[in-house]
């Protein structure tokens, strides 16, 4: 089992749609998570990081349960330009480490 | 914000050969820089953490002999893929964080390696 397991996707939503993306992680001690946009063939840039109080910025918000070790963004309005991978990230601050999921591939359509 | 560079962006040499890869911190100073692998369709795979004035530390699977990292200083770290294969062909990205934070990173724009 992946430590950090995403929606498999493909996601394929009109312009306007509203759509959701699930994110679980294995390891306990993981301290922080964080939502990354990663277009074709550049590199992940964050899109944000998320908290168990939820956060929202714009059209997207992110939430964390860590009794679940779930994790979820939802982005509402979509554009065009959000058409991305969207990645999710766990950080063990005691391991120094960052651990990505396959992230989940979302296009948006006219 | 931060910002971080890599060179080559692309590189294509031939099977055989070593290829270094630079890392640089252009606006802060980095104690730690971290090296990715991906490849297509795939999620980032950390290969080593790197930090300054040690050594590198690798992951399970990943030959320190073959991938040499060097962060000789606080802007600087590189990664040399020796006698290169085919097989070795991916997109290497790098990432660092300010000294001082302990979560904070930011990705290099990624160096495409082709081994023919």
């Known amino acids: 089992r992946k430590e950090v397991e995403q929606d498999p996707g493909p996601f394929n939503v009109p312009e306007g749609a509203t759509v959701a993306f699930n994110c679980t992680y294995s390891?306990?001690?993981?301290?922080?998570f964080f939502w990354y946009r990663q277009d074709c063939r550049k590199e992940p840039k964050l899109l944000m990081s998320v908290y168990s109080s939820g956060n929202e910025d714009g059209r997207f918000t992110a939430q964390l349960n860590r009794a679940s070790q779930y994790i979820s963004l939802l982005i509402r309005d979509s554009k065009l330009s959000d058409s991305a991978t969207y990645l999710c990230v766990t950080f063990n601050t005691n391991a120094g480490k960052s651990t990505f999921g396959d992230g989940t591939t979302l296009t948006v359509k006219p | 914000g931060a910002v971080v560079s890599q060179h080559p962006s692309w590189v294509i040499c031939k099977s055989g050969t070593s290829v270094k890869i630079e890392c640089r911190s252009l606006?802060?100073?980095?104690?730690?820089m971290f090296w990715y692998r991906q490849f297509p369709k795939q999620s980032l795979m950390l290969m080593a953490t790197s930090n300054e004035g040690s050594k590198a530390t690798y992951e399970q699977g990943v030959e320190k002999d073959k991938f040499l990292i060097n962060h000789a200083s606080l802007t600087l770290s590189t990664l040399t893929v020796t006698s290169a294969h085919p097989e070795d062909s991916s997109f290497y990205i790098c990432s660092a964080g300010p000294a001082g934070s302990s979560y904070e990173q930011y990705f290099g724009p990624g160096t495409r390696l082709t081994v023919t």
């Open positions: 606006d802060f100073q980095a104690t730690t």
């Open positions: 390891n306990s001690a993981s301290q922080s």
